[in-house]
């Protein structure tokens, strides 16, 4: 046995996200330790991509569990709509909107990145209408970009197979190249005065781990400002120590105007995401008193969650995790680097602590993630050339050295695997 459900005849009650539904073959994991995962048969697994990218932290963390368990005790959960609030929500937003990286954001809350960025979408359009702009409706996003499972997140990313097969998506959205300022520019001058927002990643995650260029993230500020948009950065990967610092923002140095979070605010302990909300879109939807926003969640601001990210937050501050960044890129982008140079991959993509191997001609993702299974890694294959990793902060040099070292092996199985052919 290897910790595996399977029966070829029924597949299990429990549909799963982002998997074929005629499937019985699952990994069933029970526990987890720092930057491993245990299934059942307690076999262990490195934890290379920190569940889906966001288990900074961790897993297991008594602080956590804790600061759950006390908040369960006093009250688990209880809305947020109109006059009510809560101490966790209230504390966490302070928080965030310290570390912010624009001056006096404030922050909307909500239970997942999904929900943050049709939340972000619906701010900027809102925003807009009330200074007197309702023709600026138009959302922009970048190819290669993946903003969530919610329409409106599916209808302005770039990845065209999550697209496929949902029937009509959001109107007035539109994409560009994520790596051609010339490209936006042109959408600009074409859709003059009615582009609402533009959505970047600051790195790129799940389209493939792409990292800006020099000057990139800088120059989508500038034409936003020049052109009357709002630009929103997705960190719902990037941020909470990702990239070495709060945000990706900060390590980029760049201004935005709404920055959508969620997984590692928490560290996934549970589900927690937001928009951090800076002047150009608060100020409009703050001028009118009798103005009332109509939009949020059951879950916004559940108080059990906002107890889990401040514990999370702690951790990371308390334990210096956002160094701990800039030691993975040390460790595995010069090893995943050194392997490009070898001829093993194709290329080494990424920055701090998100990376991507790149494979080379006779190799696919999936082949190699299998292999990297059977090694005791547990990897993410992304289209059919790309690994991704992305593992916790709190990932030592052994387990990252034996990523680097299945990697090898998987790759040159592969590689003999299809010269038998």
């Known amino acids: 046995m290897d910790g595996h459900y399977v029966d070829p005849v029924k597949p299990p009650a429990f549909l799963h996200p982002f998997a074929a539904p005629a499937s019985g073959d699952f990994t ?151 790596d051609d300022l010339g490209d936006l520019a042109d959408l600009l001058e074409r859709e003059h005065g009615r582009v609402a927002a533009v959505l970047a990643e600051p790195v790129i995650g799940a389209g493939g781990v792409i990292p800006p260029s020099p000057g990139y993230l800088d120059g989508l500020r500038r034409l936003c400002d020049d052109a009357g948009a709002f630009l929103v950065l997705d960190e719902v990967i990037c941020g909470f120590g990702r990239l070495g610092s709060w945000w990706g923002a900060d390590r980029y140095a760049v201004r935005p105007d709404l920055v959508t979070f969620a997984k590692g605010v928490t560290s996934g302990y549970l589900p927690l995401g937001g928009v951090l909300v800076g002047p150009a879109v608060r100020e409009p939807l703050e001028a009118d008193p009798s103005f009332v926003l109509r939009h949020g969640h059951t879950y916004s601001g559940h108080p059990t969650a906002c107890a889990a990210a401040l514990a999370n937050i702690g951790i990371l501050r308390d334990e210096g995790l956002l160094d701990r960044a800039e030691g993975i890129a040390a460790r595995l982008g010069a090893g995943l680097s050194s392997l490009a140079a070898d001829g093993v991959l194709g290329e080494a993509r990424g920055v701090a602590g998100i990376w991507a191997a790149v494979l080379a001609e006779g190799t696919t993702a999936p082949e190699v993630r299998q292999g990297l299974f059977d090694r005791g890694i547990i990897a993410r294959p992304l289209g059919s050339d790309v690994i991704a990793f992305c593992p916790p902060l709190v990932i030592d040099d052994a387990d990252l050295d034996h990523c680097l070292a299945a990697l090898e092996e998987s790759v040159v199985e592969s590689r003999q695997r299809a010269q038998a052919l």
């Open 28 to 178: 069933t994991i029970v526990r987890g330790a720092g930057a491993a995962v245990f299934d059942r048969e307690g076999r262990r697994y490195v934890d290379a991509l920190a569940s889906l990218w966001y288990c900074n932290v961790g897993h297991g963390n008594e602080r956590i569990a804790d600061a759950v368990s006390g908040q369960m005790r006093a009250i688990a959960g209880y809305h947020a709509f109109d006059r009510f609030t809560n101490e966790p929500a209230d504390a966490l937003c302070e928080v965030l909107a310290g570390l912010a990286p624009m001056a006096e954001a404030r922050v909307f809350l909500t239970s997942s990145g999904s929900e943050a960025i049709d939340s972000a979408i619906k701010l900027a359009r809102q925003a807009h209408v009330r200074a007197g702009r309702p023709e600026r409706t138009i959302v922009v996003g970048r190819r290669h970009s993946y903003h969530g499972v919610a329409y409106g997140g599916v209808s302005v990313q770039g990845l065209p197979l999550n697209q496929h097969g949902f029937g009509p998506l959001l109107e007035g959205t539109a994409q560009v190249a994520h």
